[in-house]
């Protein structure tokens, strides 16, 4: 077989001397990111059906607009016309959108930018990475914690609310999903990389620092959740995308909700 | 035990072929062992760079049926026993012979980052007070073997070969190494910015999987090191907040 150093170089997109199931990965990937995000995006341009009392959708809250149900209306925005959950999914599209392994993922299951390690793509020198816009704003990341952790505070109110019925305290099926969810997605949101920065990561001499050791202790907890971040990430999304669905299917009848309690 | 074929890259920079070798598979061998059963054999001039044979030395790495390894912790057993093993050499450095690469430009990259630099000594007979727990982050990095498998799968070097702009992950862990450490007060992030280019990592993790130190490259190394520049350069927030402090 011939062939020279420089041909051994992968030139091509997908050529590799690797013998395993490489491509099963990002194929995985690309299909399940379209898949719950593709359920998302449309769940939020519904604007019905998200609200089944106690229970509300998650990608419903804060609810905002006037068309929101008396119970959960947070602000009466009336001069949106919208389903209410656009108003505030530029945060949860922002938060996840340029979360580091969401950057990752995307990058090789979209933009093909490897596939894989070692498999070849397309080759050049063009390539500018994270250095030039647009990708250079993927380093905004910080600037979606602050409202993403707002919202996760009115995720875990929607969580206790779940728990008052019209005949007082209860449990249904749908508050254990509603409190699964919100676990889930907190370990997420606090085992962010970003978070785990200003959590005490920038520090470098902790017993020198201003509140170092509590700034140590922070960091090490962000760091406890950020070692699964990854996995965190993606249960956190399959779950609030079923959350939703369950929502749906009490607010539209198709189901009704088992009291447990 | 069952013969099983080597195929290895024989050749040089300009011109080279993949040639079939059977070797006796004993148990427990490694791919380094059949390259030293090769060259004992069959091809007293086949070219292998290796030393410890522990996985500690960094020397032995090369590409083993297209993934970059080091060959010497690499069990023959781990692949289909049909199939032939093919060995070849790390791809982003310039081959000399068969499987040993020029890889004197890491050792250009490692010499032009900011050296460690300590704050001034905390006591008058020149010591200073450290704890445990704040070296322990910086202790990751100084598990690198250096031996450069993941300069090698970095994709910005290895297919887009950008050597010019970015210093690559095992620099990006050199580097972090020193700014992590809790008695220095370089400042790096303008150095990893615009000459180490650490924009041009798409923290996509290749880096990480090769690692046979299993260092958390890309999420203890990368990230943080580019929050870092993020702080310093990025941050409109933050630029505002240190003009009017300086004013
Ligand atoms: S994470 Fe960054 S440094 Fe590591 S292999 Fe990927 S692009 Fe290269
Ligand atoms: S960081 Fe890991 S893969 Fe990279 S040179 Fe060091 S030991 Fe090798
Ligand atoms: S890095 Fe994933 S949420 Fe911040
Ligand atoms: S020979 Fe030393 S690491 Fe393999």
């Known amino acids: 077989m011939q062939a020279s ?11 590799t001397l690797r013998r395993d199931r490489w491509w099963a990965a990002p194929l995985s990937v690309a299909l399940g990111l379209a898949l719950f995000g593709g359920y998302a995006t449309w769940a939020i341009f519904q604007g019905t059906n998200y609200f089944a009392d106690p229970y509300l959708s998650p990608f419903y809250s804060p609810c905002l607009s006037s068309s929101c149900p008396g119970e959960v209306r947070l602000l009466g925005f009336d001069w949106w016309r919208f389903s209410p959950a656009v108003l505030i999914m530029w945060v949860i599209l922002g938060f996840r959108g340029t979360c580091y392994y969401y950057r990752k993922a995307y990058y090789r299951a979209y933009f093909i930018d490897p596939p894989a390690c070692a498999v070849g793509e397309h080759r050049g020198h063009r390539y500018q990475g994270e250095t030039a816009f647009p990708l250079i704003l993927q380093n905004s990341h910080r600037y979606f914690i602050l409202p993403s952790l707002i919202i996760l505070g009115f995720l875990w109110y929607d ?17 254990l999903i509603l409190l699964v969810n919100v676990v889930l997605l907190s370990g997420y949101a606090f085992g962010c990389h970003s978070l785990r ?46 959350t939703d669905l369950y929502v749906r299917l009490v607010a539209s009848g198709v189901v009704s909700d088992p009291r447990i309690l | ?24 598979a004993s148990e427990g061998m490694v791919v380094l062992d059949a390259l030293h059963s090769i ?16 996985g500690k ?46 890889v004197s430009w890491n050792y250009e990259v490692a010499r032009r980052i900011p050296p460690f630099r300590a704050r001034s000594p905390d006591f008058p007979d020149g010591s200073w007070r450290i704890y445990p727990y704040e070296v322990e982050r910086a202790q990751e990095f100084r598990k690198c073997i250096e031996c450069f498998l993941c300069q090698d799968v970095c994709h910005v070097l290895r297919t887009h070969g950008k050597h010019a702009e970015f210093m690559g992950p095992a620099f990006l862990v050199r580097a972090a190494a020193y700014e992590t450490h809790p008695l220095d007060v370089e400042e790096r992030s303008s150095y990893l910015k615009d000459e180490g280019g650490i924009g041009y990592c798409n923290i996509t993790k290749c880096c990480t999987e090769v690692c046979p130190e299993s260092i958390q490259i890309t999420d203890n190394a990368i990230i943080p090191l580019k929050e870092r520049v993020v702080t310093r350069h990025y941050d409109p927030l933050l630029k505002l907040v240190r003009r009017i402090a300086r004013h």
């Open chain 2, 57 to 102: 030395c960094g020397s032995c790495s090369a590409e083993v049926n297209g993934s970059p390894r080091l060959t010497c912790m690499t069990r023959v057993d781990d692949f289909p026993a049909n199939e032939p093993i093919t060995v070849t050499p790390m791809q982003a450095f310039p081959v000399i012979k068969d499987l040993v690469t020029d």
């Open chain 2, 1 to 24: 035990m069952a013969e099983r074929v080597f195929r290895v890259f024989r050749g040089t920079r300009e011109r080279g072929e993949l040639v079939d070798y059977r070797v006796e």
């Open chain 1, 5 to 15: 150093a420089t041909l051994l170089q992968e030139r091509r997109l997908g050529e």
């Open chain 2, 39 to 54: 060259q004992a054999r069959q091809a007293p001039d086949l070219a292998v760079r290796w030393n410890c044979k522990a």
């Open chain 1, 159 to 175: 969580t206790l609310r779940a728990f008052l019925f019209s005949d007082g305290f209860g449990i249904g099926v749908g508050t």
């Open chain 1, 197 to 242: 920065h200003l959590a005490g990561g920038g520090v470098d001499c902790f017993s020198c620092a201003r509140f170092g050791g509590a700034r140590y202790r922070l960091w090490r907890g962000v760091s406890f959740l950020n070692r699964k971040h990854a996995l965190w990430a993606w249960v956190s999304l399959i779950v609030v995308c079923l």
